[in-house]
């Protein structure tokens, strides 16, 4: 027994140095040097190599100089319609943790590109049909492969005996490429040219369109005259989609205007023909589009989409007023009467709050339509997931506000509380440092009211909401002393609170000044760990709400030091309360789920200092 138990413990050892070496074969020498077999190894037949690439590519995912290139492995391993199931499910994940994968389209494509993968839509195997779907969205990304797709899809669309399940997987395809081509410079359009001849043909087949049954048939005649009205269908809705696509060509949409009015003048059609014309001729009438949006389960919803005829009183159902825009270009757009807009000039484009933005969480945006091509790509807009479409409303309407260079007014402040939280983070890191806080002509009377500086509005919403993509600009701010000092009864450190709040919630890291994101002095923005050490010896008040109160009990108000302390010391999951450290409980700083400490003495203070040094200089050691 003795001796079994001798030969045992070598055993094991080379049995897990035999498995080892059979997961080494199966990953490259070195992260470096082949990225691509460690993502192939997720779909690997022995689970031990499964598990080792997933961890592997996990461990370099966490290392920031592998992020980048760990990100255009999988971006390319996605793009690959040959990538398995299995692969694009364990990596979906991570791409999500990585920075964005975008490369361009390639210029040139290998001969039957397209065909091959709009075949592969309609593979057996799921991922294939996956992969197929995922390279051809990319592929669309340029105009003139959006328009070579466009062409093949409305073919395959127009086929009557196209089943419906594969109709429901080119559609998603069909609408992106198309939103990508109506959207685009038409100069980088590769459409092919349209004869006067084919322009009639197709008006008369939209003027013959389904034709109605005037007698009850029987079962069985219907059942054999079912895929003659399929066919018929499908014609007139292929002449119908030719139309349109020409309407939204600038060259032709004259000649095919005119050819349509021509047939309607004639004076030969049935009703249901004049209003297929009719429903042709509307696309060509400029509009504008009054969107009206409100926060709902706290994120932004796109209630009303309301289409108004520019020059034209438009009435609605149960409206005081007629709505009526006598003026509008890109720009803006003027109001004579509304109902709830007052008349006046309107920015185009940009989300604005209501004339009553006090009493109400509506926000609009007039959106100008002026030719066919512009409302159908703004049809094709909508069709995009409203929260994304919300997120860039909000960047777009905050870069508007960041070139005006002007202080925000009120009902602007109340405005951002309903945009998109990264949004306005980013919009704050750049307003900051540049705008200044505007002095008012009796600040006594603006704090006796409850109004605070759109300086300190702005702070308090990133103390609720803000998220990393303000640091930048916060710090660099907080850094340039741009702040007015704290003063008063009843006035707060909102500055100071929103680095500190923004800190605990969504960490940053640090970056280097050559980012775009260097302070006054010069220097990168410092990770968060390090802007939160090298304020703990301050201590500032973040308060004066509980001074008073507080000082009866002998007990200090929050203080900027404590605050970083006690996050700092959290975020390395060591326990506060040893350092002395408590919760401050100030009331006004509370309200808004703002952090608050304080050291019960300053000999704490000089503990927490020091276990950071300790912990600096033991991961400086080598």
């Not at 080119?170 to 084919?198: F, G, K, T, Y």
């Not at 005259?225 to 032709?252: F, G, I, M, S």
């Not at 200044?436 to 704090?447: H, N, Y």
């Amino acid at each position: 027994m003795t001796h079994l138990r001798r030969w045992m413990a070598p055993l094991a050892l080379l049995l897990a140095l035999a498995g080892r070496l059979m997961v080494c074969a199966a990953e490259p020498n070195g992260p470096s040097d082949d990225l691509p077999r460690l993502i192939a190894g997720l779909d690997a037949d022995r689970f031990e190599v499964r598990r080792h690439c997933g961890e592997r590519l996990n461990e370099l995912a966490a290392q920031t100089a592998w992020r980048e290139r760990l990100a255009a492995a999988i971006g390319r391993a996605l793009l690959d319609p040959e990538t398995s199931i299995e692969v694009r499910r364990r990596l979906g994940p991570l791409a999500e943790r990585l920075p964005k994968f975008a490369p361009e389209p390639p210029a040139e494509l290998p001969p039957g590109e397209f065909d091959r993968l709009i075949a592969g839509l309609d593979a057996e195997r799921f991922g294939a049909r996956l992969g197929a779907a995922s390279r051809l969205t990319w592929l669309i990304e340029r105009p003139e492969w959006a328009c070579q797709v466009i062409q093949r899809l409305k073919r395959l669309r127009g086929d009557a005996a196209l089943s419906a399940e594969a109709r429901q997987r080119i559609e998603p395809i069909w609408d992106a490429a198309r939103r990508v081509w109506l959207a685009s410079d038409p100069a980088a359009w590769r459409m092919p040219p349209v004869s006067e001849a084919e322009i009639r043909r197709w008006i008369d087949e939209l003027v013959v369109g389904p034709s109605p049954s005037r007698t009850r048939a029987s079962p069985a005649t219907q059942l054999a005259t079912e895929p003659a009205k399929r066919r018929a269908a499908a014609r007139w809705q292929a002449a119908e989609q030719e139309l349109l696509d020409l309407l939204a060509r600038d060259e032709y949409l004259p000649k095919v205007k005119a050819a349509l009015e021509a047939r309607l003048a004639a004076g030969d059609l049935d009703a249901g023909a004049e209003g297929r014309i009719d429903n042709l001729l509307e696309w060509t009438r400029p509009m504008l589009v009054a969107e009206r949006w409100m926060e709902e389960f706290g994120r932004g919803q796109n209630v009303l989409v309301q289409y108004l005829r520019v020059g034209e009183e438009n009435y609605v159902t149960g409206a005081a007023h007629p709505c009526l825009f006598d003026q509008v270009d890109d720009f803006t757009a003027h109001c004579v009467s509304g109902n709830n807009l007052l008349p006046g000039t309107y920015r185009v484009g940009v989300l604005f709050p209501t004339p009553n933005a006090l009493g109400s969480d509506a926000q609009f945006r007039l959106v100008n339509l002026p030719t066919p091509r512009r409302r159908m790509a703004y049809e094709q807009y909508l069709k995009i997931q409203e929260s994304q479409r919300f997120a860039e409303l909000s960047r777009r309407t905050l870069d508007d506000l960041l070139i005006q260079k002007r202080p925000l007014k009120e009902a602007e402040l109340v405005m951002l509380e309903k945009l998109d939280a990264v949004a306005v983070s980013r919009f704050a890191s750049g307003y900051l440092p540049i705008q200044g806080d505007p002095e008012p002509s009796d600040r006594k009377t603006e704090r006796r009211i409850g109004r605070a500086s759109p300086y300190q509005n702005l702070c308090c919403l990133l103390v609720e909401h803000g998220t990393r993509e303000a640091a930048p600009g916060l710090i660099a701010a907080l850094t340039a002393d741009l702040f007015p000092p704290l003063a008063g009864e009843g006035a707060c450190a909102w500055h100071w609170l929103a680095g500190l709040a923004i800190a605990q919630r969504d960490p940053w890291a640090a970056s280097n000044k050559s980012a775009g994101e260097a302070l006054p002095d010069g220097r990168g923005l410092p990770g968060c760990d390090e802007w939160l050490a090298g304020l703990m010896e301050r201590t500032d008040p973040l308060s004066t709400v509980d001074a008073a109160s507080s000082g009866s009990f002998g007990l200090a108000p929050p203080d900027l030091g404590a605050t970083a302390a006690a996050i700092l010391l959290a975020r390395h999951h060591v326990d506060w309360g040893r350092f002395g450290l408590e919760w401050a409980g100030d009331r006004l700083i509370a309200e808004v789920g703002g952090p608050n400490y304080r050291f019960v003495s300053p000999a704490m203070r000089r503990k927490a200092l020091d276990w950071w040094a300790e912990r600096q200089r033991r991961h400086e050691m080598p």
